[in-house]
């Protein structure tokens, strides 16, 4: 993909060892305003499921209880032996004196309904769709089939379900187009300007039209979107390899390069790979995330992209 050239820094720019020299940025929730739109779609697929599962309790989408059928019964005891005289035999043995416990009944799934926040957060963002469903339909306890990737939208699968938030992201995007947070083009620009190469990656397969939608791609090096994660068989979030993938076309290594991520997955994924600066993106009015995001190894913590622009490359001029 075509973008601003890849290389050393310009003699102005900051050359100190800790400074990044190139900058793997996610997309949504960092550079376009989309989270809240993928937060929705998911309530829209996983509530819908949630209410089924409501509905037909025991039927589907529950764990699968153990064996409960017991031991079938025998005629001789085990442990019975024979005496050697014909038509006797010893009696059987007694009964254990502390019979075993039964089998523990799995708990209940929790179907309480989807919660944009902490749910999305915890479960699915930075996520690929399939990852995703399947992480959150873990956590409440719910076992389906994973299914096939053309399945359509449904209840009966992981990939059922990862298909019926796909349609209601479409539907949102068909209602109202995505934007770019303000202060992403002015980042990229001015890390433009001191010809610090950057990347922007995305589990989903939407990333590059949306990026190209909202004026952003011009300042970018190269894009590592779901279609690219799907064709070259990447492990998703918190693997790191969509960022040392993309640090690679950028022609660095994770040393030299940093991450800026809003996803706990994300920045673990960061942080794993090994880069010189992990960076989180707290975007809430309150700071509640700064918190989380630090324990998964974020180095620091910014409101906005031109803050982590001036605290690490310094004042534009």
């Given at each position: 993909?075509?973008?601003?050239?890849?290389?050393?820094?310009?003699?102005?720019?900051?050359?100190?060892?800790?400074?990044?020299?190139?900058?793997?940025?996610?997309?949504?929730?960092?550079?376009?305003?989309?989270?809240?739109?993928?937060?929705?779609?998911?309530?829209?697929?996983?509530?819908?499921?949630?209410?089924?599962?409501?509905?037909?309790?025991?039927?589907?989408?529950?764990?699968?209880?153990?064996?409960?059928?017991?031991?079938?019964?025998?005629?001789?005891?085990?442990?019975?032996?024979?005496?050697?005289?014909?038509?006797?035999?010893?009696?059987?043995?007694?009964?254990?004196?502390?019979?075993?416990?039964?089998?523990?009944?799995?708990?209940?799934?929790?179907?309480?309904?989807?919660?944009?926040?902490?749910?999305?957060?915890?479960?699915?963002?930075?996520?690929?769709?399939?990852?995703?469903?399947?992480?959150?339909?873990?956590?409440?306890?719910?076992?389906?089939?994973?299914?096939?990737?053309?399945?359509?939208?449904?209840?009966?699968?992981?990939?059922?379900?990862?298909?019926?938030?796909?349609?209601?992201?479409?539907?949102?995007?068909?209602?109202?187009?995505?934007?770019?947070?303000?202060?992403?083009?002015?980042?990229?620009?001015?890390?433009?300007?001191?010809?610090?190469?950057?990347?922007?990656?995305?589990a989903s397969r939407h990333a590059r039209e949306l990026l190209r939608a909202t004026g952003l791609t011009p300042l970018l090096a190269t894009v590592v979107d779901g279609v690219d994660t799907a064709r070259l068989g990447l492990p998703g979030k918190p693997d790191p390899a969509l960022f040392l993938h993309a640090a690679g076309l950028l022609g660095t290594g994770p040393g030299d390069s940093a991450v800026v991520e809003d996803a706990l997955a994300g920045v673990r994924a960061g942080h794993r790979g090994?880069?010189?600066?992990?960076?989180?993106?707290?975007?809430?009015?309150?700071?509640?995330?700064?918190?989380?995001?630090?324990?998964?190894?974020?180095?620091?913590?910014?409101?906005?992209?031109?803050?982590?622009?001036?605290?690490?490359?310094?004042?534009?001029?």
């Amino acid at each position: 993909m075509s973008g601003p050239p890849a290389g050393p820094p310009p003699p102005h720019a900051p050359h100190a060892p800790h400074v990044p020299h190139a900058v793997v940025f996610d997309t949504d929730g960092v550079l376009l305003d989309s989270a809240v739109v993928h937060a929705a779609a998911w309530k829209t697929a996983f509530d819908a499921f949630l209410a089924e599962v409501r509905e037909t309790r025991g039927t589907r989408g529950t764990p699968v209880p153990p064996d409960a059928e017991g031991t079938r019964a025998t005629d001789e005891a085990p442990g019975a032996r024979e005496t050697g005289e014909p038509g006797t035999s010893t009696a059987p043995a007694p009964p254990p004196a502390f019979p075993p416990a039964p089998a523990p009944r799995p708990a209940p799934p929790d179907l309480s309904p989807f919660d944009e926040d902490a749910d999305y957060r915890r479960h699915v963002d930075g996520k690929s769709r399939f990852d995703g469903a399947e992480a959150f339909l873990t956590a409440r306890g719910i076992r389906l089939p994973p299914g096939r990737p053309d399945d359509p939208p449904g209840h009966d699968t992981v990939w059922a379900v990862a298909a019926r938030k796909e349609a209601a992201f479409q539907d949102a995007l068909a209602a109202a187009p995505l934007a770019a947070f303000p202060d992403a083009a002015e980042a990229l620009a001015h890390l433009h300007a001191l010809r610090i190469p950057c990347a922007a990656v995305s589990a989903s397969r939407h990333a590059r039209e949306l990026l190209r939608a909202t004026g952003l791609t011009p300042l970018l090096a190269t894009v590592v979107d779901g279609v690219d994660t799907a064709r070259l068989g990447l492990p998703g979030k918190p693997d790191p390899a969509l960022f040392l993938h993309a640090a690679g076309l950028l022609g660095t290594g994770p040393g030299d390069s940093a991450v800026v991520e809003d996803a706990l997955a994300g920045v673990r994924a960061g942080h794993r790979g090994g880069f010189r600066l992990v960076v989180g993106v707290d975007r809430t009015p309150d700071g509640r995330g700064t918190a989380a995001l630090r324990a998964e190894g974020a180095d620091r913590v910014v409101p906005d992209l031109m803050a982590l622009v001036r605290s690490v490359w310094g004042e534009i001029r």
